[in-house]
């Protein structure tokens, strides 16, 4: 079965990239910690010492139109924090 992984760059995720050497990404929600473990050592060619998961509830969401007001909710979505080994490091900005 093929995962999906996508990074995540927001300041929050920055921060834990800068301090503890831990690094955001978005999964698919079938995935788990083994798997995303193995997909990030290969893509990455990095030494993964931790992986924490944790699924970000979609958010209701309500816009006001002429007509009326339209609802819908966020599709909730699978985030996880890697912990690399020391030495190690991901750079997402070499192919840019």
């Not at 955001?24 to 193995?38: C, D, H, L």
């Amino acid at each position: 079965m093929e995962f999906r992984i996508q990074p995540v760059v927001t300041e929050k995720a920055n921060r834990l990239t800068e301090n503890d050497n831990r690094y955001t990404f978005r999964v698919s929600p079938e995935a788990n910690k083994y798997q995303i473990k193995e997909l990030v050592e290969s893509l990455y060619n990095v030494k993964v010492s931790d992986v924490n998961t944790m699924v970000v509830r979609g958010k209701n969401k309500r816009r006001y139109t002429k007509t009326c007001i339209v609802k819908g909710k966020t599709p909730q979505w699978k985030k996880a924090i890697v912990t690399l080994a020391q030495g190690s490091s991901i750079d997402f900005y070499s192919n840019i």
